[in-house]
């Protein structure tokens, strides 16, 4: 026992002397106050804030708005396409929670060689030149900023 008292002695009076000075700093200092223990006074200094009843109801808007759907792109026409110059805005429609429709923007469209294409009219006119498999990327931004991107694979076949 003497030997353990010894060997863990001084381990023993730290562990003491910390857990005396954590009690006083905790419970024992007072500021000017008349608050006690560092708790109550950085609690005592802390600043409080009232709440704006005006913060609530744009909350409230905030969720309302939260709750409405992101637009919804599809194609419209069922089968495939013949060659030639197409609109995709013939093709593909995009609609917002309210179902308003909304105007499309085609990213990128490739042929089936995966050649990207450019559009003719500098916006959604495209030639279809061979048969095959294009891709296209279309996205779509409702008025509150909500977006929808796609990619769409349209089958094209030759003029008959």
Same mark, same amino acid.
């Given at each position: ?54 913060? #609530?109801?744009?909350?409230?808007? #905030? ?11 599809? #194609? ?5 396409? !013949? ?13 917002? #929670? ?47 900023? !909500? ?10 076949? !030759?003029?008959?």
């Amino acid at each position: 026992m003497e030997q353990m008292l010894h060997t863990y002695g001084k381990t023993l009076l730290a562990i003491l002397m910390t857990g005396i000075l954590l009690a006083w700093i905790f419970w024992g200092i007072e500021d000017d106050k008349g608050n006690q223990g560092i708790l109550r006074i950085a609690g005592a200094n802390v600043r409080r804030v009232e709440a704006h009843p005006e913060g #609530y109801r744009e909350f409230d808007g #905030y969720l309302s708005e939260g709750v409405c759907e992101k637009p919804v792109i599809t #194609y419209c026409l069922s089968g495939s396409l !013949r060659t030639g110059a197409i609109d995709l805005c013939d093709c593909i429609r995009a609609v917002d #929670y309210a179902g308003n429709e909304l105007p499309i923007t085609v990213t990128n469209c490739t042929n089936p060689a995966a050649m990207p294409l450019t559009p003719y009219d500098g916006q959604t006119g495209y030639i279809f030149e061979e048969p095959g498999i294009y891709t296209v990327e279309v996205s779509a931004i409702d008025e509150g900023r !909500r977006k929808t991107a796609c990619r769409i694979q349209i089958p094209v076949q !030759r003029n008959l």
